[in-house]
């Protein structure tokens, strides 16, 4: 095994790490050459939670959707003229498969000519450096990094820096990209980026990106885990306003937006959530209606994003009754309920419920209980005899949890006190006088 494939298994969680060994194999079968890419790459070498995985194959992503289907993935979108899927695995895990490609832009702002390419050309094609390294998970040339536009040494150096000199020009769109990754990553802008950077905004570029691409880059920002900080450093930039005038001010919900990003610090990294109708719970809350309705249209929003968004507050209040329940007296019972809750759910409570015992509860769910189930392994349930990845398994999976949740903590047998140190002669006074 190569030393990067010892950091992919290192870093990768055990459910990811199957996926990875799923796609080499259907990729194997299919006789195509497969690579771990993009944000994936960069996040593992830098040390960073990876979120998704993103895969890249010499061929159309679109042709494996059925061999994918049938080996239980679920596709939650596709792009044709990228080739390229959206995935949801058992366990879920989230990845993209897509096309190498090489993008080249007759107009700016515009839509691109996509050609398929090999994975060098594909690496040298994309925005940054840093999400232009691929890991071959070939037979041939397994645990082989590719690194042709110098990614690591930006890594090692923590600096964003642009592959082409009018990257900002094609997609004028990549200029909001340029500051979410800059706060995401905690990196520097390099100084000849920065000039691109203004020279694109000075040239009126934002006025070219297309409503299509606000959409897109505003789910990539509903899903960032310091949404606030994204969403400040946008206003600094005076970027926010792309979505909607009246958000640049005090209709910017920012107060709301720090709870949001305080809640999600609070849960675990790999907590899974339907980031969107939360965020727009809150991008919208300040807003009248024709203020709603302009910045919908502007970013292009899909009228299902909007309706998932409408009917949070009515759900969640029924989970914060849940909650508020006196029947809740064993953890195993708030555990029950707060793991089969939507996550997007439980992150609303967290943010706009004034339930004191609401709050308190889901804090306790996420340090305490939730963190106590993860210590069942399936390794632990298999050695009871029970056959993994049947109806019983799962089960006996459960009650073994839910009996550990309600199990109360030995308390420490109490240390023995020492014996007191003996007393110097000194410390005991003068003894009897000798006799003279």
Request: positive net charge; charged residues 25%.
């Amino acid at each position: 095994m190569s030393d990067y494939m010892f950091m992919l298994e290192s870093h990768l969680s055990a459910e990811q790490f199957r996926v990875v060994g799923q796609m080499q194999a259907i990729a194997a079968a299919a006789g195509v050459n497969l690579f771990l890419t993009g944000g994936a790459m960069r996040d593992v070498l830098g040390g960073f939670p990876v979120r998704d995985l993103d895969f890249t194959v010499e061929t159309s992503a679109l042709k494996l959707v059925k061999t994918l289907e049938k080996a239980g993935a679920t596709v939650v979108a596709s792009d044709d003229l990228r080739k390229s899927i959206e995935l949801r695995f058992p366990g879920g895990v989230s990845a993209e498969l897509a096309m190498a490609r090489q993008e080249r832009y007759p107009k700016p702002g515009g839509k691109p000519q996509v050609t398929p390419a090999v994975i060098h050309e594909d690496l040298r094609s994309r925005d940054f450096t840093v999400n232009a390294i691929a890991l071959s998970l070939n037979r041939a040339s397994l645990g082989l990094l590719i690194d042709p536009t110098n990614g690591m040494g930006d890594i090692e150096r923590k600096e964003l820096r642009a592959i082409h000199t009018y990257l900002f020009y094609d997609d004028p769109s990549r200029m909001l990209r340029l500051i979410r990754f800059k706060i995401r990553l905690g990196y520097a802008i390099d100084e000849r980026t920065r000039l691109q950077y203004e020279n694109a905004r000075e040239a009126e570029m934002l006025t070219r990106i297309s409503p299509e691409s606000l959409g897109m880059e505003l789910r990539h920002i509903a899903a960032e885990p310091l949404v606030a900080d994204v969403i400040k450093a946008l206003e600094d930039e005076k970027l926010i306003g792309l979505y909607s005038p009246v958000l640049a001010g005090p209709k910017l919900n920012l107060a709301a937006f720090t709870k949001l990003q305080k809640a999600r610090q609070t849960a675990p990294v790999d907590y899974r959530i339907h980031a969107m109708p939360l965020f727009l719970n809150i991008l919208l809350e300040k807003l009248n209606a024709k203020e709603r309705s302009a910045l919908i249209k502007a970013a292009d929003l899909e009228k299902p994003e909007i309706n998932a968004a409408q009917k949070m507050e009515a759900a969640a209040k029924k989970l914060e009754r849940d909650l508020k329940s006196a029947k809740l007296q064993k953890p195993s019972q708030l555990y029950q309920v707060l793991i089969k809750a939507p996550g997007e759910l439980v992150l609303y409570l967290m943010v706009y419920s004034e339930q004191r015992l609401v709050q308190d509860r889901i804090k306790n769910y996420f340090g305490k209980y939730l963190p106590a189930s993860l210590e069942i392994t399936d390794e632990m349930v298999a050695a009871t005899g029970v056959a993994p990845g049947t109806p019983k398994f799962a089960a006996a999976k459960e009650k073994m949890i839910l009996t550990r949740l309600d199990a109360r903590p030995k308390k420490p047998a109490p240390e023995p006190e020492p014996p007191p140190p003996p007393m110097s002669s000194f410390a005991r006074g003068p003894g009897p006088r000798a006799p003279r």
